[in-house]
């Protein structure tokens, strides 16, 4: 179900996180207090939480920070900047990777960067959802286009990884690491994950379109369904996080841009080495689960191609191109 304006209005009005009477909130919008009421019942469908306390009014349980462009714009790099040939953001969209997926398909435009404050379907790794709360994290895809094929982008998950890291640091988020090959963590939980959908032929110009979702605020009755155990920035950082959304979403952008617009010249190589400073998961026992056999072993780390290098109980190291990857319960 898409947000209507009324919605916006009101997500708009109370993302200050103060209380609104009823009545301020009905004649701003120029519709009786009986529709705001229906009106703030359907927003608990996008994941917003709401007090009403008589005599007050309602307010939202979290303020929020909306996407801006021009907050957005405010903090991007000069040379960010003149890598994004377009932005957009979305108030309610079925997932900022199929939006771009099917737009790769009717423009050759590059650096396309989409933003969205809610996900009615986002897109996890192996089809799985990608919980997606309106307006507490950051949904972001990014549509570009290369043009020596597939081939050429192999490893871009794992400098895209580098990206983020670097992202988070500069916004005072210390302790995360990389788990092979999509994964932010932050002390074993994860934080975000990103997601590469490539197009194209396998020798010519291909698509590819890198998505990242990052938690701010999760709020626990929207991670009911989240089954593996996660983190966001709220648990993370003093203060709240997502008072910091635009500029976060900005320097993401200042990090990634680069990366990606460069990385056919760099390739993988100029970041290994920072990937495996970050790694989490070296000399950790795991499990790796491809189709329906399962390989158990110690990480080693990640060969010069960003294979993941596991070692069996015998001691024979296995290269490995994809999978998912569990850690062993000890």
């Known amino acids: 179900m898409p947000i209507s304006d009324s919605q916006k209005k009101i997500v708009t009005i109370l993302a ?8 301020e909130l009905a004649d701003t919008l120029d519709i009786s207090r009986s529709a705001i009421c229906k009106q703030l ?9 709401f007090n009403a306390v008589s005599g007050k009014g309602y307010r939202l349980e979290s303020a929020l920070q909306l996407l801006s462009d021009r907050l957005i714009k405010k903090h991007l790099s000069a040379a960010a900047q003149s890598l994004i040939a377009e932005m957009e953001i979305h108030h309610c969209i079925h997932s900022t990777n199929s939006y ?14 989409c933003f969205a404050e809610y996900q009615t379907a986002g897109k996890g790794r ?54 092979w090959p999509n994964d932010i963590f932050w002390q074993g939980k994860k934080l ?39 983190v966001d920035l709220s648990q993370i950082l ?26 056919e010249q760099d390739t993988l190589l100029s970041y290994l080495e ?12 795991v499990q790796i689960f491809i ?6 072993g110690t990480v080693k780390g990640i060969d010069d191609n960003g294979l993941l290098l596991l070692t069996d109980e015998r001691g024979n190291v296995r290269a490995f191109s994809s999978g998912e990857v569990s850690f062993s319960k000890t």
């Open 238 to 263: 003093i203060g709240h996080p997502v008072k910091i959304r635009n500029r976060l979403a900005a320097t993401l952008l200042n990090h990634l841009m680069p990366i990606i617009a460069n990385f």
């Open 274 to 285: 920072e990937w495996r400073k970050y790694d989490c998961m070296k000399g950790r026992d």
């Open 16 to 23: 200050d996180g103060e209380f609104h009477s009823g009545t």
């Open 291 to 296: 189709g329906q056999q399962t390989f158990s």
């Open 100 to 113: 771009l997926v099917e737009k790769s398909r009717q423009t050759k435009k590059t650096a396309v960067v």
């Open 192 to 230: 975000a994950g990103i997601l590469i959908e490539v197009s194209g032929e396998s020798s010519g110009p291909c698509s590819a379109v890198v998505g990242l979702g990052l938690n701010l605020y999760l709020p626990k009755e929207k991670a009911k369904s989240i089954t593996q155990d996660w």
């Open 41 to 49: 019942n359907q927003l608990i469908e996008f994941g917003l939480q």
């Open 126 to 179: 192996r089809g799985r959802e990608w919980v997606s709360p309106f307006g507490s994290n950051i949904y972001l895809s990014i549509l570009y286009q290369f043009q020596q094929g597939p081939a050429a982008i192999s490893g871009l998950s794992l400098a895209v990884g580098v990206a983020v890291i670097r992202a988070l640091k500069d916004c005072g988020v210390e302790g995360v690491g990389l788990k």
